[in-house]
T-cell receptor, first 110, second 115 residues
Framework: DAKTTQPTSMDCAEGRAANLPCNHS???????VYWYRQIHSQGPQYIIH???NNETNEMASLIITEDRKSSTLILPHATLRDTAVYYC???????????FGQGTRLTINP | DAGVIQSPRHEVTEMGQEVTLRCKPI?????LFWYRQTMMRGLELLIY????????DSGMPEDRFSAKMPNASFSTLKIQPSEPRDSAVYFC?????????????FGSGTQLSVL
């Protein structure tokens, strides 16, 4: 699977959009980008995933650059409950397992 | 659905004792994963099962660790004998089939402390 690079930590004000970047410059054409998050003391939680097109669901939006070498997870109106570690993971088609990196620790400030 | 259910929530034991962690996946899910999380190493995949069959146990640290899935609704992770370095949070997760195009649903974890 392609390696991902994320900032170690980020801060965002409550009510503002939180934009979490992820670099995956070695991604190949059949690899998906997944985002999970882990709120303190809980198990990881699926957020969203995509291949080429931008995706949106009730939790977030995923913007993938045209060359697919990077992506951004957007939490449109961050709340204090969005404080968590966010993991960007690249998964090859047909993969059987999910490997987590170190993620980005996002802190939402009041 | 109650989600992935793990027990116990917390386990404190002494070095050398046997520890058994339990997991009930979401009904209808065919893939089950055991992860371990520590501050130093983050989230590590230990083993995963498809249709009750272990597929990849390369993440299992050593022979002291074993995992079973006797049926589609139950799995155990056993450590015998336990050591202080096994102290960690152990998560179980399940999905309908594999990970590609699927969501993994995680349990609340078992906090293991080996004294």
């Amino acid at each position: 699977d392609a390696k991902t690079t994320q900032p170690t930590s980020m801060d965002c004000a409550e009510g503002r959009a939180a934009n979490l970047p992820c670099n995956h410059s070695t991604i190949s054409g059949n690899e998906y980008v997944y985002w999970y998050r882990q709120i303190h003391s809980q198990g990881p939680q699926y957020i969203i995933h995509g291949l080429k097109n931008n995706e949106t669901n009730e939790m977030a939006s995923l913007i993938i650059t045209e060359d697919r070498k990077s992506s951004t997870l957007i939490l449109p109106h961050a709340t204090l409950r969005d404080t968590a570690v966010y993991y960007c993971i690249v998964v090859i088609q047909g993969a059987q397992k999910l490997v987590f990196g170190q993620g980005t620790r996002l802190t939402i400030n009041p | 659905d109650a989600g992935v259910i793990q027990s116990p929530r917390h386990e404190v034991t002494e070095m050398g004792q046997e520890v058994t962690l339990r997991c009930k996946p979401i009904s209808g899910h065919n893939s089950l994963f055991w992860y371990r999380q520590t501050m130093m190493r983050g989230l590590e995949l230990l083993i995963y099962f498809n249709n009750n069959v272990p597929i990849d146990d390369s993440g299992m640290p050593e022979d002291r660790f074993s995992a079973k899935m006797p049926n589609a609704s139950f799995s155990t992770l056993k450590i015998q004998p336990s050591e202080p370095r096994d102290s960690a949070v152990y998560f179980c997760a399940s999905s309908r089939q594999g990970v590609q195009g699927e969501k993994l649903f995680f349990g609340s974890g078992t906090q293991l402390s080996v004294l």
